[in-house]
């Protein structure tokens, strides 16, 4: 693999950055744009040309700064390990009258960004904010379009934090009670008797991290009893509504990380609550772009040819582009989850006209004929389907009525 050289003039550097010093970044989406950071979050995007930091992204490499025998600094593209291996610097906190404790929270955060997995692509200045609302104990609520990664962000903020953690699909709950509170059983040798559901644990269990999936398809029911868990100035969970009944107090250091798909064009989901949405701090989930979803197909499938993983990215966001315009033709775009099952099965051997009869052309109305969303959709993934394959692309019917 060919090394980019990028030489520099350290006269044009300002800041309190050692142009001496070798350091090695990493390069991630943020936008349109390639961005280098270190491990410690310092910037180092304009020390480097746009097709430096762009060819490293795309290789899956990182970029080392080094020194030629003219004392000019280039880039040299090394192996991720390097970059993995490095320490992040501790934060200066001398000049900062903080105690100690607070001192130890601040490394944390702003030394976090190493601990996000490859496969999330996330920015880093959410994934700092993240880490340090579930530190500082925040109700985290994640949104986003469905398939963008929340879910994915939120199990990967747990293991970040190595707490206890607890996980309930509240969109799959029929019975919230149950599943909140508990349920009244009848046992002929113990008679009628309350078993407390596993929730009531969770949120007995001091520093636990509980994670309430898909709280947007929730049955209002369940908001309501979670309305005195989540709130600030009472952290408590009723087992019944009569007065007087017993409460159960959460534990300290309790964190609550939700997700939640906020938006009418979501079938099956509710407009949630206001009352509700105020108990937590929001974190907004980037939708990828064409590169940026590229890359993660790159990483996760890097046996699978670069080419048609990308054909499958571009393909995912011209529908995302079209769902999205006023006069556009589709009412959704297809998820990074959907793209990353094609990517699976072009793994396994299928063809891309085959993965995409399989995962893409059933989520789209075929209302219409040849003006319905899964023909735009199938005319839309001929243009990437190269081996012959794409006559089969519609069936006897669709091809009788355009001709």
């Known amino acids: 693999m060919r090394n980019e050289r990028f030489t520099n003039n350290s006269n044009q550097i300002k800041g309190k950055k050692d142009m001496n010093k070798s350091v090695i970044v990493k390069v991630e989406m943020s936008g349109n ?3 280098a950071f270190d491990k410690d979050g310092v910037k180092y995007t304009s020390e480097m040309g746009t097709g430096t930091r762009k060819r490293a992204y795309m290789a899956g490499m990182a970029l080392e700064r080094r020194v030629d025998k003219n004392g000019r600094n280039f880039w040299w593209k090394v192996p991720m390990s390097e970059f993995e291996s490095t320490t992040a610097p501790v934060i200066d906190v ?8 607070h001192a130890e929270v601040l490394n944390f955060i702003h030394n976090s960004y190493n601990l996000k997995p490859e496969g999330l692509v ?4 959410k994934w700092k904010y993240l880490i340090r609302s579930a530190v500082r104990g925040k109700n985290i609520l994640m949104t986003g379009p469905a398939g963008c990664g929340k879910t994915m962000a939120a199990k990967s903020l747990v293991n970040s934090l190595d707490r206890a ?11 919230p009670r149950a599943t909140l509170i508990g349920n009244t059983h009848f046992d002929k040798k113990k008679g ?4 407390e559901a596993l929730f009531v644990k969770a949120i007995q269990t001091p520093n636990a991290v509980i994670l309430l999936d898909e709280l947007s398809r929730a049955h209002p029911d369940a908001w309501n009893i979670l309305m005195t868990v989540l709130d600030s100035g009472q952290r408590y969970l009723r087992l019944d509504e ?3 009944q017993e409460t159960i107090n959460v534990a300290d250091g309790v964190t609550f990380v939700a997700t939640a798909n906020v938006g009418n064009e979501y079938t099956s989901t509710r407009v949630m609550d206001k009352a509700l949405m105020d108990r937590f701090i929001i974190v907004e989930m980037d939708v ?4 940026e979803e590229h890359g993660l197909l790159n990483y996760m499938f890097p046996h699978v040819d670069s080419d048609l993983l990308k054909s499958v990215a571009e393909i995912a966001s011209l529908t995302r582009s079209e769902s999205k315009s006023e006069a556009g033709r589709l009412s959704a775009g297809i998820s990074t989850r959907t793209s990353v099952e094609i990517a699976g099965l072009l793994f396994d051997g299928f063809g891309l006209d085959e993965a995409a009869e399989v995962t893409v052309y059933p989520q789209f109305s075929d209302d219409g004929g040849l003006e319905s969303e899964r023909t735009f959709v199938k005319q839309l993934v001929q243009k990437y389907v190269s081996d012959g394959s794409s006559d089969d692309l519609f069936n006897e019917e669709e091809v009788e009525n355009a001709n």
């Open 242 to 244: 009569g007065e007087g």
């Open 165 to 175: 953690d607890f996980y309930f699909n509240l969109g799959a709950t029929q019975d």
């Open 288 to 291: 990828l772009n064409s590169d």
């Open 192 to 195: 009628t008797y309350f078993s």
């Open 33 to 35: 744009r390639y961005n």
């Open 122 to 125: 996330m920015k880093e200045l």
């Open 94 to 101: 001398s000049s900062i009258d903080i105690p100690t404790e």
